[in-house]
C-alpha cells in the first residue's frame, strides 16, 4: 500500500485500543484492534507495548508497529518516498512507464 503518512504515537494515546482479532502476550501484540476513540480496526505488528509508529495509506488504513528507533524508521520512510517521486518524475519526462510506489516495493 501506498505510504500517505507516518507519525509517532505515544502510549498515553495507544490506552484507547483493545484487541478484536489479536494475540497478545509474551511473543508480543498483533493483529486487528479496535480503536475506541477514533471508532477504527487498526492492525498492530509489536514486540512491546510501547514506541508505536503510526504508518497510514492512502486509504486511510492505520498501521502500528513498534519501532525503538522511530526517527530513524520515519526518516528512511521519507527519503525512500522522495527517491520514488524523483524516479517517477524523470521516467515521465525520458517516456517510460511510469514506476508507482505500490510496484517499486512488489
Given at each position: 500500500a501506498d505510504i500517505a503518512s507516518v507519525k509517532?504515537?505515544?502510549k498515553r494515546d495507544m490506552r484507547w485500543v483493545i484487541p478484536m482479532?489479536?494475540?497478545t502476550g509474551f511473543f508480543g501484540y498483533y493483529g486487528k484492534f479496535f480503536d475506541i476513540k477514533e471508532f477504527d480496526i487498526i492492525s498492530i505488528y509489536a514486540s512491546e507495548w510501547n514506541n508505536f509508529v503510526?504508518?497510514?495509506d492512502i486509504y486511510?488504513?492505520?498501521t502500528y508497529i513498534s519501532c525503538r528507533e522511530?526517527?530513524?524508521l520515519i526518516a528512511a520512510i521519507a527519503e525512500a518516498q522522495r527517491?520514488?517521486?524523483h524516479q517517477i518524475e524523470q521516467d515521465s519526462k525520458s517516456g517510460k512507464e511510469s514506476l508507482t510506489m505500490h510496484s517499486y516495493w512488489e
Open positions: 509517532v504515537v505515544g482479532f489479536a494475540a503510526e504508518i497510514t486511510d488504513s492505520r522511530a526517527d530513524e527517491a520514488i517521486a
